[in-house]
């Protein structure tokens, strides 16, 4: 059985997981996050539905991110390093029909002028999500098939079909030289999915949707930046408790 000791990078979803229940950021989780990093010295991932400013602000007043996964894997990189996943003109071409054939129940995010490949939509006061997820699917599937449209629980988004966080994370990996079991996900909904099943070790917080947690190896008991902490807590302890077996195999071997 592989141990979370052998976690060497760890990829972790914003909205919902680092945040409390009212979309803030939990402020202990992200005291956790630097705890991971200073004292075991993992490399540290966002991957967020949000567009690459917004994560790149956010990594730069946390501190010590390695590297950030934007638009559920459209973009990513870091400062001035930026890789585009997937074809910008499905996208942007799927958003124009979205605006044009459901702009009575969808509004533009304020965060799709930064955007380059998924592209973000709120619903209308009133309109139920599920709703206005089935319509968005109903159009793109009719009108532009090369798209999708996912729901990251925050927002409605479309893009090329072929982006994901599972795609951008491969990449990832292979760029820095890393196997499955050396990185760990956490996430909570839908547009996780991916995410967790390329990783080697894969968790959903308590509160994730139901296609997070079924394809995840874990499944914290509190929910939110809690369950964070949760994850976070456990893999400090095996990482000591390994540090306690080497320090003693070196003492009896001297």
């Known amino acids: 059985m592989i141990s979370l000791s052998e976690i060497k990078c760890i990829v972790i979803d914003v909205d919902g997981t680092i945040t409390s229940k009212d979309n803030t950021l939990d402020l202990n989780a992200i005291e956790m996050l630097r705890k991971l990093k200073r004292d075991i010295g993992l490399k540290v991932i966002l991957a967020s539905g949000n567009a690459y400013p917004v994560l790149m602000g956010l990594a730069r007043y946390i501190g010590g991110i390695d590297y950030v996964i934007a638009e559920n894997g459209g973009v990513m990189g870091l400062n001035g390093e930026i890789e585009v996943i997937g074809d910008k003109k499905i996208g942007e071409k799927a958003r124009e029909i979205i605006k044009r054939e459901l702009g009575d129940i969808l509004i533009e995010s304020w965060q799709c ?10 619903v209308k006061h009133g309109i139920e999500w599920e709703y206005a997820y089935k319509k968005t699917m109903e159009v793109l ?16 988004h479309v893009s090329d079909r072929r982006v994901n966080k599972g795609v951008a994370l ?3 990996m292979e760029k820095w030289n890393l196997k499955r079991e050396n990185v760990m996900a956490i996430g909570d909904s839908d547009v996780d999915v991916e995410m967790l099943m390329e990783a080697g070790f894969s968790v959903a917080v308590a509160n994730a949707s139901e296609n997070a947690k079924r394809v995840a190896k874990i499944i914290t008991r509190k929910p939110y930046g809690e369950g964070f902490i949760e994850i976070s807590e456990k893999i400090l302890e095996e990482f000591k408790t390994r540090r306690r077996i080497v320090n003693q195999t070196l003492h009896n071997d001297s």
């Not at 002028?113 to 709120?122: A, E, G, I, N, T």
């Not at 449209?149 to 409605?156: M, T």
């Open 113 to 122: 002028m930064y955007r380059l490949v998924d592209f973000s939509f709120k």
């Open 141 to 156: 599937s009719r009108m532009i098939p090369e798209a999708k449209a996912v729901f990251s629980g925050v927002a409605i």
């Open 170 to 172: 491969k990449r990832v």
